[in-house]
């Protein structure tokens, strides 16, 4: 099992448009793990969850090149709460271990489970199941048949992959800003760094489609151009118009 990211360069933003999934109605982790088949191909369904966060946030970083906000909200008062993903803290985690296995004993039987990978998630949506755990425990089982596991059981489970692959989770401790409530949340990262992939892809398309229809060109012409050459043809584009709708309005 391979658990760590494949060690091509991040891709640029002209590249992260070409490959970024253009699918709504696709979750934004199914479209995560797009990303990555296009990046690093096949091998990326065999990494940990660990691997998959630290090539997104790494793909972040190189394209976005600003921290990674998310949102939480309150239980108690539901007050959207804001707050920045502790990157930092994920990168200084230790990576998951080739052929790491959690051992858990169920009602007096040993039973092994291999790391959860991408491969394993496609079917919950490219994420960890809420309500599917079960499952998730069948697919990995090493060592079937696997009894019926209760939430203790899972929950231990649970614990011991996150002790395995700390950085396939980031929980946050927060005070609520309306009513300082104590909040302990799970972030997934591969939501908030399709968001802000969304942004951006969307961002440059709007660009591409001003000047296209200003110039005739291609968008991979487009594609092509420095930022600050791209962004100073859209300000002509926009501010040629804009003195067209004046002159035809006198």
């Not at 070409?18 to 699918?23: Q, S």
């Not at 191909?41 to 998310?70: C, E, F, I, K, T």
């Not at 394993?120 to 069948?138: C, K, M, N, V």
């Amino acid at each position: 099992m391979n658990t760590a990211p494949g060690h091509g360069p991040a891709p640029n933003a002209e590249e992260v448009v070409r490959l970024w999934p253009l699918a709504p109605r696709r979750s934004t982790a199914e479209r995560a793990v797009g990303l990555l088949l296009a990046l690093d191909g096949p091998d990326a369904l065999d990494y940990p969850l660990g691997s998959r966060n630290r090539r997104l946030l790494a793909v972040h970083r190189a394209v976005v090149g600003r921290p990674v906000q998310a949102h939480v909200g309150c239980p108690v008062c539901s007050t959207d709460n804001e707050f920045t993903l502790p990157v930092g803290r994920m990168a200084e985690l230790p990576p998951a271990k080739v052929g790491a296995v959690a051992r858990l004993l169920v009602d007096g039987v040993a039973l092994t489970f291999r790391l959860p990978v991408l491969a394993d998630l496609t079917r919950f949506g490219g994420r960890p199941p809420a309500g599917s755990l079960h499952a998730l425990a069948s697919d990995t089982c090493l060592e079937p048949p696997i009894p019926h596991l209760g939430p203790d059981d899972l929950d231990r489970l649970a614990d011991a992959w996150e002790a395995l692959d700390p950085a396939g989770s980031m929980r946050v401790h927060l005070s609520c800003a309306g009513c300082e409530h104590d909040i302990a949340a799970d972030a997934d990262p591969a939501a908030f760094v399709a968001r802000d992939l969304d942004l951006l892809v969307e961002g440059l398309l709007r660009e591409i489609d001003v000047i296209a229809r200003g110039y005739g060109w291609s968008e991979e012409a487009i594609l092509r151009l420095p930022a600050e050459r791209r962004h100073r043809y859209v300000e002509l584009l926009t501010e040629g118009r804009s003195q067209t709708r004046r002159l035809m309005g006198a």
